[in-house]
Nanobody, 120 residues
Framework: QGSLVESGGGLVQAGTSLRLSCAAP????????MGWFRQGPGNERELVAA?????TNTDIRDGRFTISVDIPKNTVYLQLDSLKPEDSAIYYC????????????????WGQGTQVTVSS
């Protein structure tokens, strides 16, 4: 199986938005639950948002964020709005065989991450 590839991170100012993308191998999106995690320096990797295979149910940990899928494009998105400096972290895309998938231990496939840095 191929890998998950995240993109869209960068350095932005507080209050602005970013949209992260995760390109998956064919057949993953729509079959697996997909999640976005983040890990800041010295912190545990935490779930930010997850979505079930069909894209009909989500688990959002912060109301400023939105997760969505484009099944034909095999892509998962994470929209980050009203960003704060404390949102700075590496953001990871992951795939799980189960739903709900609330823990990092539910996810068996991971991307390499994309860095998001929010300046004040």
């Amino acid at each position: 199986q191929g890998s998950l590839v995240e993109s869209g991170g960068g350095l932005v100012q507080a209050g602005t938005s970013l949209r992260l993308s995760c390109a998956a191998p064919g057949g993953v999106v729509g079959t697996y639950s997909m999640g976005w995690f983040r890990q800041g320096p010295g912190n545990e990797r935490e779930l930010v948002a997850a979505i079930n295979p069909s894209g009909t149910n989500t688990d959002i940990r912060d109301g400023r964020f939105t997760i969505s899928v484009d099944i034909p494009k095999n892509t998962v998105y994470l929209q980050l709005d009203s960003l704060k400096p404390e949102d700075s972290a590496i953001y990871y895309c992951a795939a799980s065989r189960i739903w709900p998938a609330k823990s990092r231990w539910n996810y068996g496939y991971w991307g390499q991450g994309t860095q998001v840095t929010v300046s004040s």
